[in-house]
């Protein structure tokens, strides 16, 4: 089930089948139709802080959920992206008019690069603030002709959790570094101990710096507008079931679909984790291969993080190769 995301990696940053950075699950799920011996939960790692998730749920049929997440492991629900960097969010929820953009996702839409490249060690000695460094990232971005998004709700005033929760996911990171690998792991994706140590310093130094963070977090998002970012409002709560990890390249998932077939309170957050390489290249500018492998790693550990964060623990992650 994961070969096509190790192999992509592997492509993409030309490492061989003998590297250490990148190793086969250590073992595969049974195909079977009991969902809970198919799939990974974040709990299995000693993550998942939220409450969103299944177990906190008395609203969804466990025949349907289970025949879902088959469903959505076979690529039922992907449908055709035009770019190859993630430029909106990873929520499941919709638009008023049931619809999302359809561009690829990833925790915070464009924030996650930002983020990610924070964390990678892609950040210069100007980017003293959060602001500063966003916008920097943004414009490398839309120089290179890729569209950027943020995303908020109809209910509160920063209505994304990966801009919101930002302190906490890169204290978390910072704490739960060795049980988010153990994860990524699983899926392909390993980190050293030295790429780990840095991250973890990157995350500490932000933390330890005043004023880096925006107190208001909604000014990050009205900010990111003034950069030309495109802006979803979703409604209502969360609903999210489990998170659709998609390593088709060109794709992401439909979330109006997934509500069409199985009703409104079926939602599923998207990671489109074959960008993540994509927008490390792009905006790594020394051209460090290095250092763009662990920029795309950081993205990766920014998305766990934040739906540990948000998450509960029963979130399932369901692969699609």
Known sequence: MFESLIKWYKDFFGIQDTASTVSAPSSQPPQSNNAKADYHTLGEFNLGLGAIGPANRTDVDQAVLSNMYQTIASG????????????????GRCNKDGTRETSPSAAGGTLSIVYGADLGGASTSDDTSEIILATRIANALKEKGHTIGVHGDDHSNCGCGACAKVKNIYQHIAEKINDIVSMTSQYGITLSQTEKDSVV??????????????????????????????????????????????????????RSAIRVKYGPQYDMF???????????????????????????????????????????????????S
């Not at 039922?76 to 929520?91: A, K, L, T």
């Not at 927008?279 to 934040?306: R, S, Y």
Request: glycine share 4%.
């Open 201 to 254: 310093q990157h995350a500490q130094n932000r933390l330890n710096q005043p004023d880096f963070f925006a107190e208001d977090r909604s000014s990050v998002l009205q900010h990111a507008q003034e950069c030309g970012s495109m802006y979803e409002e979703l409604i209502g709560a969360h609903n999210e079931l489990g998170i659709a990890l998609n390593t088709r390249p060109g794709t992401t998932i439909d």
């Open 76 to 91: 039922e629900f992907n449908i055709p992206v035009n770019d190859n960097v993630p430029s909106i969010c990873v929520d």
């Open 270 to 320: 998207v990671v489109d984790a074959w960008t993540f390489a994509n927008a490390a290249k792009e905006i790594n500018t020394n051209e460090n291969a290095m250092t763009t492998e662990l920029i795309a790693k950081a993205i990766t550990l920014q998305n766990v993080a934040t739906a540990s964060v948000l998450g509960h623990g029963s979130l399932r992650i369901i692969p699609i």
